[in-house]
């Protein structure tokens, strides 16, 4: 069974960094890209970025460059995001998904159980 | 890059055909996909390229997609469906993806 696996819940203080993991598995791993999601509290679906588990190259959105880390660990079927210098408004549940590419369109036919991010 | 707009809310009665648009500027030139969110829950995939159905998801739910508007229908809709729904496309040139801002599907 295809699934992602997420860290558990992080509390932060303003200006840390946190750390989330998504392990994958059911599939191979460096076939998809993952995506990383975000959802504010009472909000909708942000786009954060992606990752090619198999090269390591990275896409951010622009609100998240210079502050987002997306890596990953082929050993261990795991991508991680990391996000420096948190605020308040950063606190929000943050969604790895894999990824399907079709014709240069892609969508997420799976997505982790999110991870709760609270800063305070 | 894109924007999708979508209504706030749908309400519709048991039984009936709830449906939920998507606008963008040409988004019937992208493919179009959607994902149904319940409290509490990651989201799920429900329609994608526009039309097709992952395996799982009932036939009563279909999609559509032309010129400026993209359209998710919920036929003989039943409490279950109560949820957010969110549409996404895909920018190819960025390699970036954009969602709507979600609609909550309300059953009467």
């Known amino acids: 069974q295809e699934k992602l696996v997420q860290s558990g819940a992080e509390v932060r203080k303003p200006g840390t960094s946190v750390k989330i993991s998504c392990q994958a598995s059911g599939y191979t791993f460096t076939t998809y890209y993952i995506h990383w999601v975000r959802q504010g509290p009472g909000q909708g679906l942000e786009w954060m970025g992606w990752i090619d588990p198999s090269s390591g190259d990275t896409n951010l959105a622009q609100n998240f460059q210079g502050r987002v880390t997306m890596t990953r660990a082929t050993s261990v079927d795991t991508a991680y995001m990391e996000l420096n210098t948190l605020a308040s408004d950063d606190s929000a549940v943050y969604y790895c998904a894999r990824g399907r590419r079709n014709w240069g369109q892609v969508y997420y036919d799976f997505w982790g159980r999110g991870t709760l991010v609270t800063v305070s | 890059s894109s924007v999708l707009t979508q209504p706030p809310s749908v309400a519709v009665a048991p039984g009936q055909t709830a449906r939920i648009t998507c606008d963008g500027n040409?988004?019937?030139?992208?493919?179009v996909h959607w994902y149904q969110q319940k409290p509490g829950q990651a989201p799920v995939l429900v329609v994608y390229d526009d039309s097709d159905r992952p395996s799982g998801i009932p036939e009563r739910f279909s999609g559509s997609n032309s010129r400026n508007t993209a359209t998710l229908a919920i036929s003989r809709v039943e409490a279950g469906d109560e949820a957010d729904y969110y549409c996404?496309?895909?920018?190819?040139?960025?390699?970036?993806?954009?969602f709507g801002g979600g609609t909550k599907l309300t059953v009467l």
């Open positions: 040409n988004i019937g030139s992208q493919s």
């Open positions: 996404q496309v895909y920018d190819s040139s960025s390699d970036h993806a954009v």
